[in-house]
Every structure is written in structure tokens, then in C-alpha cells.
């Protein structure tokens, strides 16, 4: 598998901040809130900033109760359950990003579908696994500050869901970063993990997201810059995996930076 790509060096980081790129993200959002996407809908944007799409299947992988879940709802939009309930099935939902790209400054809408099952339900029903695996482009890797064992279950699923995708991209999450007082995972544990496993490793807030001002509705926008970071990295990685697998660019250490 390809070596992950530097932070920023494949997609423009804080290019959503821009003017250029509220123009763009204003067709995932209708009066200041995120609109949902069923799998056959798509943004429209107006024909003289018309753009390629780039569309990938992502199974969202981790233990019951880690957040699978809620940070699917938070990159979608949507409001976060209060209470855990397990996923009893499969579950997708689709995320349109709009994203820079650094080489060429061409605008690209990615459209994430992610995959959600409970763990329960993957234990059960094979064909569930095979399901969520079947011509996945990427494996979301998710464990929780507050809960030791989910972190220390990482090897098992990376070996259990990805092992035998060596093509597939690997993102591991930490959730509940916000908790990160009542941490069971001190931050010398993640550098021994990124050093080990060479996977890029992110974090997420459980927060709840911030309101209108009726006090009701999630404001979109606030909601886009709490997960714009993880919806770059994951354009960052899939773009760039493409790119190696068109022979575009190298595969191995000759593609680290120097």
C-alpha cells in the first residue's frame, strides 16, 4: 500500500475558510443547515462551477459504543444520538465535500458513503462483513479516549477487517476527544501507535453541535468546520491512493517528502 501523504500536501487545508470555497460548500447547506443526501441525490451547483464528482464506499469500523454512529451523523449533519443504541443492521449515509487540490487547483466534489454496522450484528452475519467490505475504498478505524480497551483492540481490527485489502485506505479516529481530561489514552501511546502502524490518526469532539439562533437547528456552518479536518484527510488519502494506483505517482519511500 501506498505511504499516506503528508498533512496539506495533496488537498488545500483551509480552503473551505475561503470565499471560493463558501461558494462551494453553500450547495451542502440550504438556509445555514446541512441538507441530507439520499443515494441517488446529489448537490447542484450552478453550470459555470460545475465540477467533477469522485465517489467512495468507507466502512466505518470499532467496537460497540466507541461513536461509529454519532461521528457519521456529525459528518453528515445530522443530530447525534444522546443515547447508545447499537446499530441493529447496515446503515449508510452519503457526505458531498467539495476539496481543492494543491498540483492542479482543480475543485473536486468527493461523495462519501459511508457504512455503519453494530459490532453485534457483524459477529452474527457473515454475509454482514462481507457486505461492508465488498469494494470498499477506505476502513475508518475507531476507537474512544474513554475507553481503554477500544484502543487496544485497534491490531485485532486492522488485521480482521483490512488485512487482506493491503489497497484499501486506513484512517484511525480517536472519538470523545473532548473527554481527553478523563483520557484512558495518554498522547505517548498514539506516537507509539502512528510510529508502529505509519496510519494517519485523528480526533473528534462528542460535543454536542451549536444551534441557530432558534435554539433548535444545528448550524451548518459551525458543523462543517468541526469535521472539515476529517473529511480532508480522508479526500487527501483517497485521491492520493487513486493516484498511486493510476501509476501517477510513486509507491513506496521514494514518495516521502525529503
Excluded at 453550470?47 to 467496537?63: E, L, N, R
Aim: glycine residues 8%.
Amino acid at each position: 500500500m501506498a505511504r499516506p501523504p503528508a498533512h496539506g500536501s495533496v488537498v488545500v487545508p483551509d480552503w473551505h475558510e475561503t470565499t471560493e470555497g463558501k461558494e462551494y460548500l453553500a450547495c451542502i447547506l440550504r438556509k445555514s443547515r446541512r441538507r441530507v443526501f439520499g443515494l441517488l441525490e446529489r448537490p447542484v451547483l450552478p453550470p459555470p462551477v460545475a465540477i467533477d464528482t469522485a465517489s467512495y464506499k468507507i466502512f466505518v469500523s470499532g467496537k460497540s459504543g466507541v461513536g461509529k454512529t454519532a461521528l457519521v451523523a456529525k459528518l453528515a449533519g445530522l443530530e447525534v444520538p444522546l443515547v447508545h443504541h447499537e446499530t441493529t443492521g447496515i446503515q449508510t449515509t452519503v457526505v458531498f465535500w467539495p476539496a481543492k487540490l494543491q498540483a492542479s487547483n482543480r475543485v473536486i466534489m468527493f461523495r462519501f458513503e459511508f457504512w455503519d454496522c453494530g459490532e453485534s450484528a457483524l459477529k452474527k452475519f457473515d454475509h454482514m462483513l462481507l457486505a461492508c467490505k465488498e469494494n470498499t475504498d477506505a476502513f475508518l478505524f475507531l476507537f474512544s479516549f474513554t475507553d481503554r480497551a477500544s484502543f487496544e483492540d485497534l491490531p485485532g481490527q486492522l488485521a480482521r477487517i483490512a488485512g487482506e485489502a493491503p489497497g484499501v485506505v486506513r484512517m484511525v479516529i480517536g472519538s470523545k476527544f473532548d473527554q481527553y481530561m478523563h483520557t484512558d489514552v495518554p498522547e505517548r501511546d498514539l506516537t507509539a501507535f502512528r510510529q508502529a502502524w505509519q496510519l494517519p490518526l485523528l480526533r473528534v469532539k462528542s460535543v454536542p453541535g451549536r444551534r441557530l439562533a432558534d435554539g433548535r437547528t444545528l448550524d451548518g456552518w459551525a458543523g462543517l468546520a468541526d469535521i472539515a479536518h476529517v473529511l480532508n484527510g480522508l479526500a487527501e488519502q483517497l485521491w492520493h491512493q487513486d493516484q498511486v494506483a493510476a501509476g501517477l505517482l510513486p509507491t513506496s519511500a521514494e514518495n516521502t517528502p525529503s
